[in-house]
């Protein structure tokens, strides 16, 4: 079986560093590899728009942003697919199977949709793509035949939805669909990094997003404006690693290496944090010390997207080919898929002859 990777975002704004350590930087290495026949990195503008629907604009204009940011972060079309999902019609017809493979109630006890339904709320005015959301992403899945879903702890509830219905299908058809296995960021603390005043989730709406297409200064306000610790008043206070996010982005981002270019009074972050919590370390020398670091990072970033900038239009043709591509693999699976489910009427011969030559017996 190959081995066949499935991911994407929701363009309803720029991409930022959360996005970066829980997922990208990670689908980079996964891409560069080696290890899986097919790679389809999708730009989900109809999934934002079952929450955008009256502001189609704003997905229209994030599109772009987007597939700047996944080019700029080193993801490449000749070994990845980069599509569109509304570009891709098929998705729209497996979702409609398999609707008929998941109950109401099922939809309901999804953990992910009730915390994504109190988190807009939505409550009973709750758009019924919105509620169908985990069908919609089982068709984006299984449409590719996807065996790996990079994924955060927040979508193994979606993912799991998946096989359920990948199992479902199969019992009732036949053995189509293939069951995905999510992958999970290896470094604890790329699962969710929280914004820059110290709230568990990055918000534009909020204002405490680093963004990937931040310049260099926009990046430094930000790290020398993070939430450390607020008891930590006096350098010679002791201060507290929990909930203080300077430490959390370090242990996303800093490296043995690190220490040695910027910081070589300490060998490690180890060290630095011993120091920290029994006193005697300013915030600002631990801030600068990650902003040097963050620099170092997202520079090539930077340089990558401002040559990508100059060519807006070639940006286009890159998803318009990669959308091409991924169609034509949907519609494989479709085809498989309506065959099991015996409603590919005009292509099954067998049936067409068996009723011709049941109703020429009628007629005798």
């Known amino acids: 079986m190959e081995k066949i990777i499935l991911t994407g975002d929701r363009p309803t704004g720029r991409l930022h560093i959360g996005h970066y350590v829980g997922s990208l930087r990670r689908r980079v290495e996964l891409q560069n590899s080696g290890e899986y026949d097919k790679i389809f990195i999708m730009i989900a503008d109809a999934q934002a728009l079952t929450d955008n629907f009256e502001n189609p604009e704003k997905v229209r204009q994030n599109i772009i942003e987007v597939a700047l940011d996944y080019l700029s972060c080193g993801l490449d079309p000749a070994k990845s697919h980069l599509f569109i999902q509304s570009q891709i ?31 807009r709320n939505f409550e009973a005015s709750i758009p019924v793509g919105f509620f169908t959301y985990p069908i919609s992403q089982a ?13 955060g702890e927040d979508q193994l509830p979606m993912i799991e939805q998946t096989r359920e219905i990948v199992r479902k299908f199969n019992s009732i058809y ?20 929280p914004g820059t005043d110290g709230k568990q989730k990055m918000s534009k709406s909020l204002g405490n997003c680093i963004y990937l297409a931040d310049t260099e200064e926009e990046v430094k306000k930000k790290v020398m ?34 220490f040695e270019e910027y910081l070589p009074e300490y060998h490690n972050l180890d060290e630095l944090k011993e120091h920290y919590t029994r006193g005697g370390l300013g915030d600002v020398k631990i801030k600068q010390f990650l902003n040097k670091i963050l620099q170092e990072e997202f520079a090539p970033i930077r340089a990558r997207r401002a040559e990508f900038e100059k060519d807006i239009p ?5 998803l318009k080919k990669g959308s091409e591509a991924a169609r034509e693999v949907a519609a494989q699976t479709l085809s498989e898929v309506k065959r099991a489910m015996k409603i590919n009427y005009f292509e099954d011969e067998e049936l067409i002859r068996a009723q011709s030559a049941k109703y020429a017996a009628n007629a005798k």
């Open 225 to 258: 404006g993070m939430y450390t610790d607020p008891l930590h008043i006096r350098k010679e206070d002791p201060g507290h690693l929990e909930g203080n996010c300077v430490f959390t982005y370090l242990d996303a981002f800093c490296r043995p290496e690190h």
């Open 89 to 119: 019609p098929e998705l729209t017809e497996f979702t409609f199977f398999y609707s008929d493979l998941v109950t109401v109630s099922r939809l309901q006890r999804n953990p992910t949709v009730k915390s994504e339904i109190k988190m």
């Open 139 to 151: 068709a984006d899945i299984t449409a590719f035949k996807a065996t790996t879903v990079p994924a």
């Open 174 to 193: 036949d053995e189509v669909l293939v069951e995905p296995e999510a992958l999970l960021p290896e470094n604890e603390a790329c699962m969710r990094l």
């Open 314 to 318: 070639a940006v286009y043709e890159i």
